[in-house]
C-alpha cells in the first residue's frame, strides 16, 4: 500500500542524546515536510524538502537538521536532545512543492528526560 | 504573514446534531484553505479544500465548508453528527505563490451519545 512509513512509533531519550527519526514515503512526491504537534499549538513546521538534494527551513527548525539524499527518505536527526523536543512528529509529503494536498505518516512520539 | 485562528480548543455535540467548527484566516492575498482530521493516534488526512470556484465545497464522510471572503472564515460543518467523527480537526492555509501550509491549533471534537 503506498503511503509513508515513520520510524519509531515512539521513542524515550535521555537529554543530550542524538536521535534520527525516519521516514519513508512510496509515492514518488517530490516534497517532503517534517511537523512537530503540540497541545494547543496546531502543528509547526521544522523543516521541508521540495526535491531531492535540497531543504529548508521552516516556522521551527532550532536543534533539528534533515537531509534528503534521494526521493523517498527524509530523515530528522536531533543532534542532542533537549526536554523541550518532546513532542509527536509527522512527516509529511505532497506531489510538489506547489501541490496543495499533503499526505501524512503516523508519526513518532517521542519523550526526551 | 498569513495564520489561522480556530474557535475553542474542544467542541462537544449531540449525535445526530449539528458539528460547527469554526475557523478564521488572516492573508493579504487569496488564500487556499483546507480542513484535515486527525483520529487517536494516527496522522492527519484531508477533510476537504478550497482552491477557487465554488465558494461551498463538499469533503469526505458528509463535512462541507463555505469559504467567505468578507468575513475572512472558512467554518466546517456537518448537519448531524455521528460517533465516528469524534476526531482533532485543524484548519490550514496556504497563500497562491506561498509553498507551506500554515496550521491552526485544532479543535478537538467531542460526540456525546
Known amino acids: 500500500i503506498a503511503g509513508i512509513t515513520q520510524a519509531p512509533t515512539s521513542q524515550i531519550l535521555a537529554a543530550g542524546r542524538r536521535m534520527t527519526l525516519r521516514c519513508t514515503q512510496d509515492m514518488r512526491h517530490n516534497a517532503m515536510y517534517w511537523y512537530r504537534q503540540d497541545l494547543g499549538l496546531g502543528l509547526r513546521l521544522i523543516h521541508y524538502s521540495n526535491t531531492a538534494g535540497t531543504t529548508g527551513k521552516g516556522e521551527v527548525p532550532d536543534g533539528y537538521s534533515v537531509s534528503r539524499a534521494n526521493t523517498d527518505d527524509f530523515p530528522l536527526t536531533l543532534a542532542s536532545a533537549v526536554p523541550s523536543q518532546t513532542s509527536v512528529y509527522f512527516c509529511a509529503s505532497s506531489t510538489s512543492p506547489w501541490e496543495n494536498e499533503q499526505f501524512f505518516g503516523p508519526g513518532t512520539r517521542l519523550t526526551v528526560l | 504573514a498569513q495564520s489561522v485562528t480556530q474557535l475553542g480548543s474542544h467542541v462537544s455535540v449531540s449525535e445526530g446534531a449539528l458539528v460547527l467548527l469554526r475557523c478564521n484566516y488572516s492573508s493579504s492575498v487569496p488564500p487556499y484553505l483546507f480542513w484535515y482530521v486527525q483520529y487517536p493516534n494516527q496522522g492527519l488526512q484531508l477533510l476537504l479544500k478550497?482552491?477557487?470556484?465554488?465558494?461551498l465545497v463538499k469533503g469526505i464522510n458528509g463535512f462541507e465548508a463555505e469559504f467567505k471572503k468578507s468575513e475572512t472564515s472558512f467554518h466546517l460543518t456537518k448537519p448531524s453528527a455521528h460517533m465516528s467523527d469524534a476526531a482533532e480537526y485543524f484548519c490550514?492555509?496556504?497563500?497562491?505563490?506561498?509553498?507551506?501550509?500554515?496550521f491552526g491549533q485544532g479543535t478537538r471534537l467531542t460526540i456525546n451519545p
Open positions: 478550497y482552491t477557487t470556484g465554488a465558494t
Open positions: 490550514a492555509v496556504r497563500t497562491q505563490g506561498a509553498q507551506k501550509l500554515v
